[in-house]
Every structure is written in structure tokens, then in C-alpha cells.
């Protein structure tokens, strides 16, 4: 069973989210037009929203991730929780989905930073 924590630390990680951070999310997760009419500052608005779901995930091996809380608050945290937010005005099909969750666990990482032993 995971242990699941709402808090932005957990067995000494944190969650980060810097500008840059965000430019390196775009990056690795792809920064391309989602929708019709769909622009870079948009998606940048849109990466800012989900942030705000991000929560860290520890399995019983002490590895910690980055996932993000669903809509459905009965529902545990998972990556789509975060698809939820910035793909909500896209078309996605079921067949895409299992694909862009690879690139997105991948893109969510970049928000996973070890905490400052001080600061814990």
C-alpha cells in the first residue's frame, strides 16, 4: 500500500515548482498546441493550475513520486489527476492517454527535490 500525503514533503523530498521548472515540464512533456487556438502562455496558466494538485507518494520501499489528486476526491492520487486540469479543453482519445502518462510521470519528476536537512 502507498502511503499517500497531501503535505509538500515526504521522506525527506519536496515538491518544487519554479519558473523554470515549469519551462523544463513544457519541455519534456511536450509544449505543443493542445486545442485549437491553444498558446504557449495558456499552457504555462494551465501547468500552474494542475501544480496545485501535486501531492508526494511514497510505496512501502521509501520511493517517493509525484502524482496529483483526482477530481473525484474518493479516488487516489494519479497522474491523470493532473491530465484533469491541464488537458481539459483537449480531445484525447483512450488509446492516448496511456502514452502521455509515460512522458508526464517523466515531466512530473522535474518537481521532486531533495529537502534541505535544516529545513525538514
Known amino acids: 500500500m ?4 497531501s503535505p509538500s514533503q515526504l521522506n ?3 515538491l518544487r515548482v519554479t519558473p523554470m521548472l515549469v519551462e ?3 519541455a519534456v512533456y511536450g509544449d505543443r498546441d493542445r486545442y485549437p487556438g491553444d498558446d504557449r502562455a495558456t499552457r504555462k496558466a494551465d501547468v500552474m493550475l494542475a ?3 501535486l501531492c508526494l ?5 521509501g520511493t517517493v513520486t509525484v502524482s496529483a489528486h483526482r477530481s473525484n476526491p474518493l479516488a487516489a492520487p494519479s497522474c491523470v489527476g493532473f491530465l484533469e486540469v491541464y488537458e481539459r479543453n483537449s480531445s484525447l482519445d483512450g488509446r492516448s492517454i496511456p502514452l502521455m502518462v509515460e512522458r508526464l510521470r517523466t515531466a512530473l519528476s522535474l518537481f521532486l527535490a531533495r529537502s534541505d536537512a535544516a529545513g525538514s
Open 24 to 26: 523544463g515540464f513544457l
Open 51 to 53: 501544480v496545485q494538485r
Open 2 to 5: 502507498q502511503k499517500i500525503t
Open 57 to 61: 507518494v511514497s510505496a512501502p520501499d
Open 12 to 14: 525527506g523530498y519536496a
